[in-house]
């Protein structure tokens, strides 16, 4: 990558930040980072390449090494029929122990976002200034802070702005799977700084992840209480929609720095002048802490509970699903279907996700279904229960992208049952019904769509063996959160 004005350009700026406060840095930066003319640091863009000579202006004035024979780590990216490069920039601070310093503390944070976009002839923006030009300011500060402490530092640090997060986590996966130098076994903890520009609106900052390594929440809170900063979240569970799942994934213990989605998250709002820049300097200096905290600790280790995510990972979520279809009862002796009716259901749905391959899905769904019948037309008003194993055919970006089929059985408690005129003698309707169910779905980030289909196996009536239900119904969910 070359580009000569870019060096100068971070001179300039180097000038301008030297006299200025923490605070004041980070807005710089930002002012950088988050302009129009970076093309909202999407793939492919010129502005994407500028922010990442910047970064590697930083990381050079600070003194850190480069990863090879520059700071860039180059990998391949294809989506759809284009093929381009992403470039993760890299930079090294050896530790100062003969022995630690061959042990390392990751600190990445995401530097492109989703570019720009042209409405009606104009040209659109989306800036990314907390997601992640905040990560990013923050990421430069902790290498100049970081630097002034290289004697204090046993364990070395790597220093990691990465490309591709935006498009499923790809520059963090590229390192963390073959970045040719370093291997997850020599990998102590990672953290991801993503979205750090909001600490006051939500009022405090998440660590999501600290739990995976052993005492790394009262290690946090203890260093949390010297900055006077409210720790919110220092669980065991690992975030799947940031760069530590690409750690998780070959068991390295890590954490999510986040301070909510208080700003226009994906909105072309999200702008500099939005961020709390005096707060974002607490979250940087405290980071600056912990960091050296970690690289300084005789041991670490993770959690003895902490296994990973990459084999025997376990991962919870839930959200809310919606759907329309049809219903029809058959008559399997005669191989009869009645007319179809209307059919439509609301409810939740809870994701056990058992590894990469094998999901368990429960739902909860107040069902409306019917059919037309000897009776006349039928409705009934049912609360169901189905249960199915999802087998994940396509898996990638920790979960965000699945595609699978999957199978079951379901339980339904007939809560009314509507009839037209009888017509002879009225068969008698059953109040439950148990039936087998098969389908196929996709769970695209928080959205989950499934084409369901339903067979009833204990039949419609109570004095007549031969008509089941059956019906199509396609759901539509959201999902709660990042999951567990």
Do not use: C
Request: charged share 25%; proline share 3%.
């Amino acid at each position: 990558m070359t580009n000569r004005l870019l060096p100068l350009l971070f001179l300039i700026f180097s000038q301008a930040l030297s006299a200025q406060s923490l605070s004041d840095r980070l807005r710089t930066h930002l002012d950088f980072l988050a302009a129009d003319s970076l093309d909202g640091r999407g793939l492919g863009t010129g502005g994407k390449q500028k922010a990442a000579l910047y970064i590697a202006e930083a990381f050079k004035n600070a003194g850190l090494a480069p990863f090879d024979d520059d700071y860039f780590q180059e990998f391949f990216i294809r989506i759809s029929l284009a093929n381009m490069t992403g470039t993760n920039v890299i930079g090294v601070l050896e530790g100062s122990d003969p022995d630690l310093k061959k042990e390392y503390i990751v600190v990445g944070a995401h530097y492109d976002h989703v570019g720009y976009e042209m409405k009606d002839e104009k040209r659109i923006v989306y800036n990314g200034a907390d997601d992640n030009g905040s990560g990013t300011a923050g990421l430069m500060e902790l290498v100049r802070i970081l630097s002034g402490r290289r004697s204090e530092l046993k364990r070395s640090v790597i220093f990691i702005a990465f490309d591709g997060e935006e498009s499923g986590l790809l520059g963090s996966k590229a390192f963390a799977s073959s970045n040719g130098r370093f291997t997850p076994a020599e990998i102590e903890f990672m953290f991801s700084m993503d979205m750090i520009g909001m600490y006051k609106s939500y009022k405090g900052l998440d660590l999501k992840g600290i739990g995976t390594l052993d005492n790394g929440p009262e290690m946090a809170r203890e260093v949390a209480r010297r900055h006077n900063l409210d720790l919110k979240n220092v669980s065991a569970n690992v975030e799947s929609r940031t760069d530590t799942w690409s750690f998780a994934e070959r068991g390295v213990p890590t954490a999510h720095a986040f301070t909510g989605l208080k700003s226009p998250y994906h909105k072309p709002e999200d702008d500099a002048p939005k961020l709390e820049y005096e707060e974002m300097a607490r979250v940087v200096e405290f980071m600056a802490d912990l960091t050296s905290r970690l690289a300084s600790e005789k041991d670490l280790r993770a959690a003895p509970s902490y296994k990973g995510t990459k084999k025997g990972g376990i991962r919870v979520q839930a959200g809310a699903l919606a759907g329309a279809g049809s219903s029809y009862f058959r008559n399997d002796a005669t191989y009869f279907n009645a007319k179809k009716k209307a059919e439509a259901n609301v409810g939740l749905f809870g994701q056990l996700h058992l590894g990469k391959r094998i999901t368990l899905q429960a739902e909860g769904l107040y069902d409306f279904n019917g059919s037309d019948a000897v009776t006349g037309t039928v409705r009934r008003h049912s609360f169901t229960v189905p249960a199915t194993l999802q087998l994940n055919l396509l898996n990638q970006s920790g979960g965000q992208v699945r595609m699978y089929p999957f199978a079951g059985a379901y339980y339904r408690q007939h809560l009314q049952i509507t009839t037209g005129n009888a017509i002879g003698d009225a068969p008698v309707f059953a109040d439950t019904e148990s039936g087998i169910t098969y389908g196929l779905g996709m769970d695209i980030m928080k959205f989950h769509v499934a084409l369901t289909f339903r067979r009833d196996m204990t039949g419609v009536y109570t004095n007549e063996d031969n008509t089941f239900g059956s019906g199509t119904v396609l759901n539509v969910g959201y999902k709660f959160g990042g999951g567990l």
